[in-house]
T-cell receptor, first 111, second 113 residues
Framework: GDSVTQMEGPVTLSEEAFLTINCTYTATGYPSLFWYVQYPGEGLQLLLKATKADDKGSNKGFEATYRKETTSFHLEKGSVQVSDSAVYFCALSSQGGKLIFGQGTELSVKP | GAVVSQHPSRVICKSGTSVKIECRSLDFQATTMFWYRQFPKQSLMLMATSNEGSKATYEQGVEKDKFLINHASLTLSTLTVTSAHPEDSSFYIC?????????FGNGTRLTVT
């Protein structure tokens, strides 16, 4: 079945460091891909998405490119801030509109 | 943008009682909503798909008699945890689809004492 695999956390970075969180997927067909962010005690917020191969999603300085050849959707940001500390979830849309989530990657940014 | 409102945000109840959680799509209609459960430091587990005007579809291993789902209108789905036990304590999150994107409520922290 469809699945999403993310790099394990926690990831700890200093402010202004470069961020990469790896995400790979297995799916039949051509799913849409998403990154969601969850701040402590809150629900999930959509960070960015890509609906087809080679699409690049971007928002708030974060980017991810839908790579069909490597079945990946890695999240990147050039300069992280303390306020980016959160848990990041990679997800794909499966049959019936369900979202399949990766296990989440906790990011901690230190000043 | 699409907003999903979930209520209550926190609830504490005694073992054996029932708790109802509401999920509303505020500025769009949602024929389908999804209910997830999240354990500490873990990912989201899909519990069920809520379909407006019909029965919910439950994922394998989820007790439909314990987690009652009602989707009576295009903007409201409810999850009722019946005869709650301490092991039902968790973070419950609903979501609704607008176009290809799922939008999530802020979650409900349920604590059963």
């Amino acid at each position: 079945g469809d699945s999403v695999t993310q790099m394990e956390g926690p990831v700890t970075l200093s402010e202004e460091a470069f961020l990469t969180i790896n995400c790979t997927y297995t799916a039949t067909g051509y799913p849409s891909l998403f990154w969601y962010v969850q701040y402590p005690g809150e629900g999930l917020q959509l960070l960015l998405k890509a609906t087809k191969a080679d699409d690049k999603g971007s928002n708030k300085g974060f980017e991810a490119t839908y790579r069909k050849e490597t079945t990946s959707f890695h999240l990147e940001k050039g300069s992280v801030q303390v306020s980016d500390s959160a848990v990041y979830f990679c997800a794909l849309s499966s049959q019936g509109g369900k979202l399949i989530f990766g296990q989440g990657t906790e990011l901690s940014v230190k000043p | 943008g699409a907003v999903v409102s979930q209520h209550p945000s926190r609830v504490i109840c005694k073992s054996g009682t029932s708790v109802k959680i509401e999920c509303r799509s505020l500025d769009f209609q949602a024929t389908t909503m999804f209910w997830y459960r999240q354990f500490p430091k873990q990912s989201l587990m899909l519990m069920a798909t809520s379909n407006e005007g019909s029965k919910a579809t439950y994922e394998q291993g989820v007790e439909k008699d314990k987690f009652l789902i009602n989707h009576a209108s295009l903007t409201l789905s409810t999850l009722t945890v019946t005869s709650a036990h301490p092991e039902d304590s968790s973070f419950y999150i609903c979501s609704a689809r607008a176009d290809v994107t799922l939008h999530f409520g802020n979650g409900t922290r349920l604590t059963v004492t």
